[in-house]
């Protein structure tokens, strides 16, 4: 019921954000205010990478589980018990400096990237059907920045991420309409 909980806040949270971005136009989402700023494109795409590569590395933790392997996490559950955003406050920096796996790198419109975003829903929505009977707070992926995060908070952190983003490129239109 919890991971359940968890996905809609996820569905709800990546709504939210593909409808405030297509309501830019293609100049709009591509338009930064400097080299160091992510444009709505590049928010995008970045999420899109960052979400697959989480959903990915959950899938594979999973199966090690099942296929009776080691967890891939054996150190101390630093997290237990706390929100991602407590987690969050506690681990990154005020401008963290993303992974080079989930860096925007190809560009491209909008759409597409709207597109692959909201494709994630699907794989998401199917590993939380398979972690039904799972005890999903024992199943450890660790977050290249926040360490390790149980899978209750890895579903979380999507959440959390998504909104993060929106709010990113919610700063850009209003510097754009500046």
């Known amino acids: ?32 205010p400097d080299a160091d700023t992510w444009s709505a494109v590049e928010n995008t795409e970045h999420l899109y990478w960052a979400e697959h590569g989480g959903i990915w590395g959950m899938w594979k933790i999973l199966q090690a589980k099942r296929d009776g392997k080691p967890p891939v996490y054996q150190g101390e559950l630093i997290h237990r018990g706390r929100s991602i955003e407590e987690i969050i406050e506690r681990t990154w920096q005020p401008k963290e400096v993303v992974p080079p796996i989930a860096a925007p790198r190809m560009g491209g419109s ?41 899978i209750g908070q890895r579903f979380a952190f999507l959440r959390f991420h998504i909104d993060r983003h929106r709010n990113q490129v919610a700063d850009l239109r209003t510097l754009l309409a500046v």
Request: hydrophobic share 45%.
């Open 1 to 32: 019921m919890f991971l359940d909980q968890l996905l809609q806040s996820v569905a709800d949270a990546r709504n939210r954000y593909i409808a405030y971005v297509q309501q830019l136009t293609e100049e709009q989402a591509h338009w930064k």
């Open 110 to 150: 909008v759409a597409f990237w709207l597109a692959a975003l909201e494709s994630l829903q699907q794989p998401l929505t199917k590993l939380s059907h398979e972690l039904a009977d799972e005890d999903f707070e024992a199943i450890i992926h660790p977050h290249p920045i926040s360490g390790p995060l149980d």
